[in-house]
Structure formats: structure tokens, C-alpha cells
């Protein structure tokens, strides 16, 4: 089945307590994207992935890292959470669009983090 | 990326047709519209997306005004699992992202 996946799902932890969100996508998508989604704001997005070894930033990169290494994987480090970061965060993947083409972004199940 | 205007809620009965109104006044002629929605803190789904002409797949149709400053998805049968909140989005073709404003919460009655 064609899916993008997440994990954890859930997750409570400490300011200040390195942590990772790992995406994973099975449909050879070479572009792929984190979002984070708090009440009032809508969708954000973080980081973006246009292929193995290039990312870019979002809208709001500040507090995130990401990483391209394999096409499949798009993990998402926290290397130092703060309260301001606990929110519903959602990985994005898709086929590249160009001129004159727009493929459908597919996203993931959602990682609710919580940062006391 | 050109803003849009939806209508915050609206209720459909369950088996009519739930037409979702779009305002994208500004949007310019490279930039198609773009229809997702989510359920309840669930990912984003794609329902459809078109340029000028009107769209169909098994999900939905979607409506451009031949101005191009508003659109209609339309569900024509809607059912309790369509409750969601649907989001309008103007985008150029490319990797830009996805610009996701506050949606029309639509709830289907029973």
C-alpha cells in the first residue's frame, strides 16, 4: 500500500531533550516536506526536500533540522525542543512538479509533540 | 501565492450534494486551485485540482468560473465520513509549498 509513515505518533518529552521524527515514504518520491499545524495558524511548512542530499528551508525552520540521505527517509530533529514547538507535525511527499505540472502531495498520519 | 476565502463552516445533509464555495479574486493565470481536506487531526488528503476547466474524479468536481476568481468543489453525494475541514489553495506549478488557510468546516447531518 502506498503510504507515507510516521513515528512516533505520539510523544511527550522535556525542553531541551534532543529528539527525532522519522518519515518514511514507499511511492520513489523524490520531493517530500514537513508541516506543523497549531490552532489558529493553520499548516506551516518546516523543510522541504527537492531530492537526496537537498533540503530547503520553509516557512518556519527556526528550532528544526532535517536530513535527505536516502530518497525514502526525511527525519526531522529537534536538537534542543522548547514549548513553543509542541504541536501536530505531518511529513508531505510527492513526485517533483515543474513547469506546467503539479503532482498531489500524499501526507503522513501526523506526530502530535508535546515539549513541557 | 494568490490568498483565498472560504466560508469558516457549513452543514450538508447527508446524501445531497455539498458544494464548497472558493474566493481566489487575485489569482493569476500560472496558478492552478487546489482542493484538500483533513479529518479530525488526520493528514491532509488531495481531492482534486484544476486550471480553467472543470474537473472530475471519483471523489469530487470541481468548478471554475471561466474569470477564474472562484471555484466550487462539489461532493455529490455526501456522507457522514465527508465531515472535514476542506481547504481552497492557489498554487503555481513547481515545488512551492502548500499554503493552507483556515478551511470550511463541513459537517454532515444525518
Known amino acids: 500500500e502506498a503510504q507515507v509513515t510516521q513515528n512516533p505518533r505520539y510523544l511527550i518529552t522535556v525542553t531541551g531533550k534532543k529528539l527525532t521524527v522519522t518519515c518514511s515514504q514507499n511511492?520513489?518520491?523524490?520531493?517530500m516536506s514537513w508541516y506543523r499545524q497549531d490552532p489558529g495558524l493553520g499548516l506551516r511548512q518546516i523543510y522541504y526536500?527537492?531530492?537526496?542530499?537537498?533540503?530547503d528551508k520553509g516557512d518556519v525552520p527556526e528550532g528544526y533540522k532535517v536530513s535527505r540521505k536516502e530518497k525514502r527517509n526525511f527525519p526531522l530533529i529537534l536538537e534542543s525542543p522548547s514549548p513553543n514547538q509542541t504541536s501536530l507535525y505531518f511529513c508531505?511527499?510527492?513526485?517533483?512538479?515543474?513547469?506546467?505540472?503539479?503532482?498531489?502531495?500524499?501526507f503522513g498520519p501526523g506526530t502530535r509533540l508535546t515539549v513541557t | 501565492d494568490a490568498k483565498t476565502t472560504q466560508p469558516p463552516s457549513m452543514d450538508c445533509a447527508e446524501g445531497r450534494a455539498a458544494n464548497l464555495p472558493c474566493n481566489h479574486s487575485?489569482?493569476?493565470?500560472?496558478?492552478?486551485v487546489y482542493w484538500y481536506r483533513q479529518i479530525h487531526s488526520q493528514g491532509p488528503q488531495y481531492i482534486i485540482h484544476g486550471l480553467k476547466n472543470n474537473e472530475t474524479n471519483e471523489m469530487a468536481s470541481l468548478i471554475i468560473t471561466e474569470d477564474r476568481k472562484s471555484s466550487t468543489l462539489i461532493l455529490p453525494h455526501a456522507t457522514l465520513r465527508d465531515t472535514a475541514v476542506y481547504y481552497c489553495i492557489v498554487r503555481v506549478s513547481g515545488n512551492t509549498p502548500l499554503v493552507f488557510g483556515k478551511g470550511t468546516r463541513l459537517s454532515v447531518i444525518a
Open positions: 508531505a511527499s510527492s513526485f517533483p512538479s515543474g513547469a506546467g505540472n503539479l503532482y498531489e502531495q500524499y
Open positions: 487575485t489569482i493569476s493565470g500560472n496558478e492552478y
Open positions: 526536500s527537492m531530492n537526496v542530499e537537498v533540503t
Open positions: 511511492m520513489n518520491h523524490e520531493y
